[in-house]
């Protein structure tokens, strides 16, 4: 009793500040080593799952580089000379044990050919893997310690195969026993210094080192914006918590146009230029706005508390400065907001998805809004729409139907157009279903190629009266010079000279005129003709017109119907048929189904003026057909009596 009355006397003869003080440490110290052996055990529990994630982020990242090398082989190498030799750069890290392709045979291609040889333990994954088309990640114990391999599906020259790396089995241990023990040292460091050092600093430190772990793991090396990972989680916190207080959220998805063309044609140094200068630029937001790069040439922007008028002043202002900093190189934005039926961050996701699609369609270089599309948006591409495309551009099984095209004065034909139908085995709803899902790939130019071989094997026998119209997608032309050569070798083989051929170009193709201007003189150089196709669906019709210079104008039948209306729809019209006019082109009328719109083709006018159409395409004119020459036997409708226009002139074929 009188020890601890001693005890107590000492305790209490101490002066009111140090009691305090020495109160104050002891349960700050106590407090901190409560938090930080919590912070610890995080560290520790977390540390395995965001390894394992960085580790799947770079294996994405060999993937692309695989495909990249065997689509960059040069005409007439040997891409497999390439991947190897990328499967043997991929082996140099001393935590990768083994690098191979596996085939769905159950054959393993190595770094070099000695390295091939037969798979007997991976057939389910494999299978799995290349079924699904989504990466896997397995684990395993050998000699006491956890050994992974990460697996993912890769596509060279239309063949799926399984890219899979093994990291050596004592890689992922040593890197948690390194990072246990230096949080243990940093815990028992920070435990032994003042207590008012602990406070300023040693807290601060540790929790510094662990958010450093974690961005790591959620950031982009390049961009220093969070990653694809980091704009998951965060786009699902957003729309849970716009929802819990009723409160509006944006999403932006922003694409580098023709990123492609800026690596192949400037450099990939100049093309990782872009991509920071647009990370600077999407950084000049508003505070609150979350910024992430989500792909290799996608980045998405997080609005909260913004809704869609707010978030497209938002975004003008990022474009500004996107622009500023990009120099020629644009981009296309598609902006959604969260409305009150959309339950979850994925349908947030999909209308800004195709609100940037749309932005593409419409020529690029655009900013377009769900709501804006919401009542014509097309239905959103499905895994099976994707691994339909895939079986197509495989098996490359295609047909190819003709429709004709009339003078309407003449009553003659002039050419027919080739259209492209994928059979009906794949479930596809058309071309358009498929261009959609080969867009989704990054493999137009591959389906484009399929659609121009299927029409050509057909045109043997092609009336020599007769033009080909011969539709080209976009993309095309993103891999360089060379295209008119490529298309003129296609045609010759199949019998015909270039003379009587005509390459159809979508008005949608605006913004890609910059880039392949001098392609379009190398086809005219060749003898091709050019077509602007779908002129006045969007906003750039007249302005191509001068710029292309084509020999036809094809007229959309949205217009056509327009101006069957009267009023400003007549007067658009006009005004193409007058500009085409100038330029000495051929006006082709699309989409006549019926009567009342060939009689609007033939006889509508502006001021009193006619408007001089001279060529008409429809299933009132002739449905797309299997070819069935010669041209007598593919007859026509029965065109109404309507009588040519007075000032009629001869007409180009």
């Known amino acids: 009793m009188s ?92 935590e990768v044990r083994r690098v191979r392709l596996i085939t769905d045979l159950g054959t393993a291609v190595g770094s070099n050919p000695a390295q091939d040889e037969p798979v007997r333990d991976r057939g389910p994954v494999v299978a799995g893997v290349l079924r699904d088309g989504t990466p896997a990640f397995e684990s395993r114990s050998s000699n006491g310690f956890e ?119 400037r450099g990939h140094q100049k093309g990782d230029e872009v991509l920071v200068s647009l990370a600077a630029a999407l950084r000049t937001g508003r505070e609150q706005d979350l910024a992430f790069r989500i792909g290799g040439d996608e980045f998405a922007v997080i609005l909260p508390r913004t809704g869609r008028r707010e978030a497209l002043g938002a975004i003008e202002r990022m474009r500004h400065a996107a622009v500023q900093r990009m120099g020629r190189t644009t981009i296309s934005v598609g902006v959604a907001e969260l409305g009150p039926t959309d339950a979850d961050a994925h349908a947030l996701r999909e209308q800004a998805d195709l609100a940037l699609y749309e932005a593409k369609r419409r020529g690029r270089n655009q900013v377009v809004a769900y709501d804006q599309i919401a009542d014509s948006a097309p239905a959103r591409t499905s895994a099976a729409t994707i691994a339909a495309v895939r079986q197509l551009l495989t098996t490359r099984r295609m047909g190819a139907a003709f429709q004709a095209i009339w003078n309407l004065d003449t009553h003659k034909i002039i050419g027919f157009e080739g259209l492209a139908r994928p059979a009906a085995e794949y479930g596809l709803d058309g ?20 659609c121009r071989a299927a029409v050509l094997a057909r045109v043997a026998d092609f009336p020599a009266e007769a033009l080909l119209f011969l539709n080209i997608a976009p993309e095309v032309f993103d891999h360089g010079g060379g295209v008119g050569e490529r298309l003129r070798r296609e045609v010759e083989a199949a019998g015909l000279p270039p003379a009587r051929v005509v390459i159809e170009l979508t008005e949608h193709a605006s913004e890609r005129m910059d880039l392949v201007i001098d392609q379009l003189q190398e086809l005219r150089d060749l003898g091709f003709h050019l077509a602007l196709d779908d002129v006045g669906a969007g906003d750039t019709g007249l302005g191509l017109l001068g710029r292309v210079r084509p020999a036809f104008v094809k007229v959309d039948r949205s217009v056509v119907c327009s101006a069957g209306e009267g009023g400003s729809g007549r007067a658009v019209l006009a005004a193409i048929v007058a500009y085409a006019a100038e330029s000495g082109a051929m006006v082709i009328a699309e989409g006549i189904e019926t009567e009342a719109l060939l009689q609007v083709v033939r006889s509508s006018g502006t001021g009193g003026r006619p408007v001089r159409i001279v060529g008409g395409q429809g299933y009132l004119l002739g449905r797309p057909a299997v070819a069935s ?25």
């Not at 060279?156 to 040593?174: H, I, K, N, Q, Y």
């Not at 819990?244 to 146009?257: K, Q, T």
């Not at 261009?435 to 484009?448: H, I, K, T």
């Open 3 to 94: 020890a601890r009355r001693g005890s107590r006397s000492w305790f209490s003869r101490l002066p009111t500040r140090w009691t305090f003080l020495l109160q104050l440490f002891a349960t700050f110290i106590g407090t901190l080593v409560v938090v930080g052996a919590g912070l610890y055990a995080m560290q520790a529990h977390d540390s395995r799952a965001i390894m394992i994630a960085d580790g799947a982020d770079r294996h994405q990242v060999r993937s692309e580089q695989i495909e990249a090398a065997f689509a960059s082989t040069p005409e007439g190498d040997d891409p497999w000379v390439r991947v190897r030799e990328s499967l043997a750069r991929m082996t140099a890290p001393p």
């Open 431 to 450: 071309p358009q279903d498929a261009f959609s899902g080969a867009a989704r790939l990054g493999r137009v130019d591959e389906l484009d190629a399929l």
């Open 147 to 265: 050994m992974f391999d990460y697996l993912s599906q890769v596509e060279l020259g239309g063949v799926a195969f399984v890219l899979e790396v093994e990291v050596a089995p004592d890689v992922l241990s040593r890197q948690l026993a390194a990072l246990r023990l230096a949080s243990a040292r940093a815990l028992a460091l920070t435990a032994v210094l003042s207590p008012p050092l602990l406070y300023f600093l040693g807290g601060r430190s540790l929790a510094g080192r662990f958010n450093a772990a974690q961005d790591r793991a959620t950031l982009d090396s390049l961009t220093r914006l969070r990653n694809h990972r980091a704009f998951q989680e965060a786009l699902r916190a957003g729309v849970a918590r716009a929802r819990r207080f009723g409160e509006p959220l944006a999403l932006v998805l922003v694409d580098v146009d023709d990123f492609k063309f800026v690596n192949d044609n």
């Open 629 to 653: 020459w010669p041209v007598a036997e593919l007859t026509p409708w029965p065109l109404p009596d309507v009588q040519p226009l007075p000032d009629a002139q001869p007409t180009r074929a």
